[in-house]
């Protein structure tokens, strides 16, 4: 079955420093994985996809995401981080029965202290 | 562009109400989900819909039902209101996927639901 874990509740950087929020898969063929960022009292925003290709995707305001295959990791990464960052990071890969529907991770809470 | 619009934001029920929690998207997408969310527990799948006139339910439906009569509109019933229902409730929606599963779900802001 297809899974993802974010092994990390919270993540807490200084502003400037690099940021990494982790995720890691368990699918069966070639995956497709997402990222998306929640904001306080807020929806899910989608942040970036990987689908094919290229393993460094880039996304929305700054972020990338790195694809590794042998470790089965797609982490989350900014080389500098703002306060305005901080918020709830959600991975999610689609089901296997049905792709159209998400299975999304716990979520990973970054704190960017000033 | 106004994307998913949810009503309301915030609604507190007694046990043993009933409401309706309302979702409309102006995408022109096809498919359409409802969420809720627990803290530090994800989002979990209730119903989902791929057209109009088409739902089935997901992870977690039991006490609720839906209905899609039209492809904008996707509203959730809560029959009889119970307090496990407390939680965060989101409506998404995306564009068909044609080409497989890499079209991104665009969410609501959620209606935050209290069960007393």
């Known amino acids: 079955a297809q899974s993802v874990a974010q092994p990390e509740d919270q993540v807490n950087v200084a502003e400037g420093n690099p940021l990494t929020v982790k995720c890691t898969y368990s699918v069966s063929g070639n995956p497709y994985l997402f990222w998306y960022v929640q904001y306080p009292n807020r929806g899910l925003q989608f942040l970036l996809k990987?689908?094919?290709?290229?393993?460094l995707v880039k996304g929305s305001y700054g972020f990338e995401a790195e694809f590794n295959k042998s470790q089965t990791s797609f982490h989350l990464k900014k080389p500098s981080a703002l306060v305005s960052d901080s918020a709830l990071y959600f991975c999610a890969v689609p089901r296997m029965d049905s792709s159209y529907k998400l299975i999304f991770g716990s979520g990973t809470r970054l704190l960017v202290r000033p | 562009n106004a994307g998913v619009t949810q009503t309301p934001k915030f609604r507190i029920l007694k046990i043993g109400q009933s409401m309706t929690l309302q979702c409309t998207q102006d995408?022109?997408?096809?498919?359409m989900y409802w969420y809720r969310q627990d803290p530090g527990m994800g989002l979990k799948l209730i119903y989902y819909s791929v057209g109009a006139g088409i739902t089935d339910k997901g992870e977690v439906p039991n006490g609720y039902n839906v209905s899609r009569s039209t492809t904008e509109d996707f509203p959730l019933r809560l029959e009889l209101a119970a307090p496990s229902q407390t939680s965060v409730y989101f409506c998404?929606?995306?564009?068909?996927?044609?080409?497989?599963?890499?079209?991104?779900?665009?969410f609501g802001d959620g209606t935050r639901l209290s069960i007393l």
């Open positions: 995408m022109n997408h096809n498919y």
């Open positions: 990987y689908i094919t290709g290229d393993n």
């Open positions: 998404a929606s995306s564009p068909p996927h044609a080409t497989g599963a890499d079209q991104p779900q665009h």
